[in-house]
């Protein structure tokens, strides 16, 4: 049978549509780099620092690995795992470098926003830092490691999932005093001065005078989520507040802490009841976490409230901003009038409530079968190989292309 050619194009097509990865599968940076030994210190750390589900939450992310020996270098600062997270996260950029983006870098240098800047932590109340400047050496010469240098250069390329995740080996860690500096422990931070100096006075002059102060700060070296009214929102419920028994107030401050660390990419990644630091016994005080795109939505059976900004996501503990008082059903009726809580009933959905549960665990999204690199990589020359030749190239060039789009 005589193929049309159009037709032929067509049946390359459907098969280049098989041959790559589903489209429901994520990938994950632990078995991507779980198949190259001489980084296992770094993807070691990736885990330990809680990063690694942060860049298999992203869909457009680069990984810059740095070599058992790269890694070595940097164990011997004896940073703090904070600093450490710190530094990795300056080595993962918010955007897709694979081998060929970066040769087409002409003048070969490029500059990334990191997760580094994402998190908050970095110094300033912005929370900008200098992006780290990518030197792709090209392929054709040895990796440009010229002694007394101290700018990382691209080595090869490791893993190329376009657009999705590109994992590429860079010569050295990244320099950056910023992010290598010495970050509070956890229990030395100021949860209350924090929130004040952002926006959230009331609500933590509010904690100060109530025994939830101490319940937070407890629970900082577990970790901690904590959600904080902004100042006009919490000084307007202030007369719904001061109506409150004693027991209800310190419930209701409660109900605004989650006893484990939640940064904002796994609230995204989990939509579903969340236990508080007010979840006792009988009483839920849970509420569900829902996204809608980028928002990220604490609903209530009274209100639905927005995060709408982060003050701190610093492992292990993360504070946001959020535009409504949440009200748990346990205090407040449909109507927004404090009553006195009755008996709560067993609520369906919610999970068995202990003292302090944890919240479900993030969906865990199908892991990606890895494959066989080859199959899906580009070269380190930036250029795709497969064995049906130039044409089958061309094609595949200009339907990931349209992936771009
Ligand atoms: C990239 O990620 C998106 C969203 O998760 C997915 O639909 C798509 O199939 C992925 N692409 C590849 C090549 O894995
Ligand atoms: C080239 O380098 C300069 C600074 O050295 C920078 O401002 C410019 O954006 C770079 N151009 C590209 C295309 O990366
Ligand atoms: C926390 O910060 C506030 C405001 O900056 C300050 O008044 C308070 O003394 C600090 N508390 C501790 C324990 O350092
Ligand atoms: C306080 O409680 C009383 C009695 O339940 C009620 O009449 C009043 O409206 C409440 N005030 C506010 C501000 O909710
Ligand atoms: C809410 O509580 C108030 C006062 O206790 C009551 O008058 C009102 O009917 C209640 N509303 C609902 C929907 O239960
Ligand atoms: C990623 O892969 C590692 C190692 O294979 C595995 O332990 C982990 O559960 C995987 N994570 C997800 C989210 O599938
Ligand atoms: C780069 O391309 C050249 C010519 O196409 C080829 O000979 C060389 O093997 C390639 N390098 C790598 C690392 O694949």
Request: overall charge negative; hydrophobic content about 40%; aromatic content about 6%.
């Amino acid at each position: 049978m005589q193929l049309h050619p159009a037709m032929t194009g067509t049946a390359i097509l459907s098969l280049l549509l098989v041959l790559l990865p589903s489209a429901t599968e994520a990938h994950n940076i632990t078995r991507i780099l779980a198949k190259f030994p001489e980084f296992s210190t770094f993807n070691h750390y990736l885990t330990v620092t809680h990063l690694a589900p942060e860049i298999n939450s992203r869909e457009t992310i680069t990984v810059c690995a740095v070599d058992n020996a790269a890694m070595s270098d940097l164990l011997s600062k004896h940073l703090s795992i904070y600093a450490l997270k710190n530094v990795l996260s300056l080595h993962i950029l918010l955007d897709y470098f694979g081998a060929k983006k970066l040769h087409q870098i002409t003048n070969g240098t490029a500059l990334a926003a990191t997760m580094f800047q994402a998190t908050g932590s970095a110094p300033g109340s912005s929370g900008f830092v200098t992006s780290p400047i990518l030197k792709a050496a090209r392929s054709d010469s040895a990796p440009r490691t010229t002694p007394g240098t101290t700018t990382a250069v691209f080595v090869k390329s490791l893993q190329e999932i376009p657009y999705n995740i590109s994992v590429i080996q860079i010569s050295k860690i990244l320099p950056s005093a910023e992010a290598e500096a010495p970050t509070p422990g956890p229990s030395e931070l100021n949860l209350t001065g924090l929130m004040s100096a952002h926006g959230c006075k009331v609500f933590a002059d509010t904690l100060l005078a109530s025994d939830a102060e101490k319940t937070f700060q407890d629970n900082i070296d577990g970790g901690l989520t904590v959600f904080c009214p902004l100042d006009d929102i919490f000084k307007s419920f202030s007369p719904k507040y001061k109506n409150l028994t004693a027991d209800q107030k310190l419930s209701l401050l409660e109900y605004h802490g989650v006893p484990v660390y939640q940064s904002l990419s796994m609230l995204k990644s989990n939509n579903g009841p969340m236990n508080t630091l007010a979840t006792d016994g009988a009483n839920n005080f849970d509420f569900t976490v829902q996204n809608n795109g980028e928002e990220v939505t604490l609903k209530t059976k009274i209100v639905t409230a927005k995060i709408t900004g982060t003050l701190l996501d610093e492992q292990p503990v993360a504070v946001y901003t959020i535009d409504k008082v949440l009200l748990p059903k346990e205090l407040f009726n449909a109507t927004e009038a404090p009553t006195p809580a009755p008996a709560p009933a067993p609520v369906a959905e919610a999970p068995k409530a202990k003292k302090h549960p944890s919240p479900p665990a993030p969906d865990s999204p199908a892991a990606a079968p890895d494959g066989d690199a080859a199959d899906q990589t580009a070269d380190s020359n930036g250029s795709f190989r497969f064995n049906g030749g130039r044409f089958v190239a061309v094609v595949l060039s200009l339907w990931l292309g349209l992936l771009l789009l």
